[in-house]
């Protein structure tokens, strides 16, 4: 079963997506924002953090490049989940700062397939 770990400051953003991917299978724990995140993730050991890039105290890439540090060279996968502009995300990806994104704005049923496929892929 994978693991993933949501890090959202909206509580009803996590939740949907919380039981979105319970309900297929997957293992979830929510942070409700930056803080308190790099214990969530020594204690969960999950396999992706999906990121809301706009929480207050730490902007979203600069929160994965620190969770990337303390992965304890475990290769996690990074995801961001936001309704930040969609060619600002793709630029991200293609900088190597996350491995996809996925809009807010999308259907959630969309998200597990997503995720499915970065564990899938070469």
């Given at each position: 079963?994978?693991?993933?770990?949501?890090?959202?400051?909206?509580?009803?953003?996590?939740?949907?997506v919380?039981?979105?991917?319970?309900?297929?299978?997957?293992?979830?724990?929510?942070?409700?924002?930056?803080f308190?995140?790099?214990n969530?993730?020594?204690?969960?050991?999950?396999?992706?953090?999906l990121?809301?890039?706009?929480m207050?105290?730490?902007?979203?890439?600069?929160?994965?490049?620190?969770?990337?540090?303390?992965?304890?060279?475990?290769?996690?996968k990074?995801?961001?989940?936001?309704?930040?502009?969609?060619?600002?995300?793709?630029?991200?990806?293609?900088?190597?700062?996350?491995?996809?994104?996925?809009?807010?704005s999308?259907?959630?049923?969309g998200?597990?397939?997503?995720?499915?496929?970065?564990?899938d892929?070469?």
């Open positions: 079963m994978r693991k993933v770990l949501v890090v959202e400051d909206s509580g009803f953003d996590g939740r949907l919380e039981l979105v991917l319970c309900s297929h299978g997957w293992q979830v724990q929510t942070c409700g924002g930056p308190g995140v790099l969530k993730l020594k204690e969960f050991e999950p396999d992706v953090i990121l809301d890039l706009e207050p105290g730490l902007y979203g890439y600069s929160l994965a490049s620190l969770l990337k540090e303390h992965a304890g060279g475990r290769d996690v990074m995801v961001s989940f936001s309704a930040v502009d969609e060619r600002l995300q793709k630029e991200y990806v293609d900088k190597g700062m996350f491995d996809g994104y996925f809009m807010k999308h259907d959630l049923y998200l597990k397939e997503m995720l499915d496929e970065l564990f892929a070469p």
